[in-house]
């Protein structure tokens, strides 16, 4: 199941043409990055390729970028466990859910590409 895509915003009218693409990830990198950091993260990122987290736990990249590069810009129920994915299904979800409006409500200085 895909949650999100960066591509579903860059490549949207109203995306701004002096954005980089990764700005289309900074939302739904800060979700990741949090999900991953909470010990939320599937085996993909904990098994397959371990040494990208700590990217994150050491703040060497920014959640929209970590996401941009080690997810491909694609939001999945693959990045989760079973309990992280328990969550995104109603939080997260773009349709329904509340994190886009909390994402909305947040100060323009936290929303860092």
């Not at 960066?6 to 990764?22: E, K, R, T």
């Not at 990198?29 to 390729?49: I, K, N, P, R, Y």
């Not at 080690?70 to 969550?87: A, P, V």
């Amino acid at each position: 199941m895909k949650y999100d895509d960066a591509s579903w915003h860059y490549g949207a009218d109203n995306f701004s043409a002096s954005l980089p693409q990764v700005a289309g990830a900074t939302h739904t990198g800060m979700f990741v990055a949090w999900a991953f950091l909470a010990g939320l993260a599937g085996s993909l990122h904990t098994e397959d390729f371990p040494e990208d987290i700590p990217k994150l736990q050491k703040r060497r990249i920014t959640p929209g970028a970590y996401f941009y590069e080690t997810c491909d810009g694609k939001f999945t129920d693959e990045d989760l466990n079973e309990i992280g994915n328990q969550f995104a299904e109603h939080y997260y979800d773009t349709a329904n859910g509340q994190y886009l409006k909390d994402y909305d409500d947040l100060p323009a200085h936290f929303r860092t590409v």
